[in-house]
């Protein structure tokens, strides 16, 4: 384990995040809140409030900053436009509306702060973990593939890959001036690929699916290079998660060695529902790496039953051991400002669920 991967044992809180009972990081809009600056930070205090109150540890901003959990922050990297969804990107099922599509039109950079203000107003309203999302570096490429990537800019996809793990380190360490010690990479690429119809969609972009998984990885590592001390930087991986829409389907197995290797400290996986498979991919988690089993669906309203969800915990345990394990829903619940088809009242409860059972599980 990384820097901050101390204080594990058995008992049913940590001292280090990801935590026993942790959150993916979006919340569900309140209703009046608008998008002045004033309002946003209310409703974002009410929540902190909220967070702690219920038990958490790791306390977010419900991303109430932004509009989409990637592409507010991607746009906002030199050389980098948004564009609507066009040829054969991945699209979300069960819905007509599609998010618009990041591309590479100049050569990447972080030449100015990116959400770091954000940043700071979360942390000056807590007293626990202020937990910060942004989007991994492979959320550059995987819709648009090789296609949205300008030949000019880049003949060689090897100089994009390094310039994007130049600017992922100049924003990291950013957060981490800003006092940042907990640092979430939000990572559809790695679940996407585990659907064949994706790995389709790759091909006619011009990528090999199969190579992927490894670049992306690399890529990670390389940003992780020189981070700053103290900092706890986890990876979240979901099939997708618009207005309670998913976009992949299959289990973890033809890319998980890869992931794994990536070198953050633990993992927020997705387990909810048949559409991510067995446990049985676990078997490649570095010795001491944390998983955090997105066990409680974020995408309905119905409350996940204790025994359950314990059961599962149980079922992961034999390819993890249990110290190494902690709970979380399994996506946020509102990675756009859309909102997920549940209540606000449905999102507390499901997170007070979550607390409960690591406490009796890990007690």
């Not at 054969?88 to 100049?106: E, I, L, M, W």
């Not at 149980?314 to 990675?335: H, I, R, T």
Request: proline content about 6%; overall charge neutral; aromatic content about 10%.
């Amino acid at each position: 384990m990384g820097e901050g991967g101390e204080g594990l044992g058995s008992q049913s809180g940590l001292m280090s995040p990801p935590f026993r009972a942790d959150q993916v990081g979006s919340l569900l809009r309140p209703a009046g809140m608008t998008k002045d600056k004033w309002s946003r930070q209310e409703a974002i205090r009410r929540i902190v409030a909220k967070q702690e109150a219920i038990g958490l540890e790791a306390i977010t901003d419900g991303e109430f900053s932004r509009d989409w959990w990637h592409l507010d922050f991607l746009a906002q990297l030199d050389g980098v436009m948004l564009a609507p969804l066009a040829g054969p990107a991945p699209k979300f099922d069960g819905t007509s509306d599609q998010p618009p599509v990041p591309h590479v039109t100049g050569k990447l950079g972080y030449s100015q702060p990116a959400m770091i203000d954000d940043f700071a107003f979360l942390k000056s309203v807590t007293k626990k973990t202020a937990k910060f999302t942004i989007p991994s570096p492979s959320m550059l490429h995987l819709r648009a593939g090789r296609a949205g990537i300008s030949r000019q800019a880049y003949p060689d996809l090897e100089e994009f890959w390094e310039d994007a793990a130049k600017a992922y380190r100049a924003a990291i360490a950013a957060f981490g001036a800003a006092g940042c010690t907990y640092l979430q990479l939000d990572d559809v690429a790695f679940a996407y690929l585990c659907d064949p119809k994706i790995r389709e969609t790759c091909r006619k972009n011009g990528d090999d699916p199969a190579q992927l998984p490894r670049t992306y990885a690399d890529t990670i590592s390389k940003v992780l290079e020189n981070r700053p001390r103290g900092m706890t930087v986890t990876m979240h991986t979901c099939r997708g998660n618009f207005k309670s829409a998913w976009v992949a389907e299959g289990g973890y197995e033809p890319v998980a060695e890869a992931m794994f290797s990536s070198g953050v400290d633990g993992f927020f996986m997705e387990f909810d529902s048949a559409r991510a498979g067995g446990f049985e991919p676990l078997r490649y988690v570095p010795k001491g790496k944390r998983v955090v089993l997105g066990l409680v669906s974020s995408k309905t309203g119905a409350l996940e039953d204790k025994d359950f969800l314990k059961r599962k915990i149980d079922e992961a345990a034999k390819y993890v051991p249990l110290e190494n394990l902690c709970l979380s829903p399994q996506c946020g619940f509102s990675s756009t400002h859309h909102g997920n088809r549940l209540t606000e009242d449905e999102q507390w409860h499901k997170l007070e669920r979550v607390v409960q059972v690591a406490r009796e599980v890990w007690q």
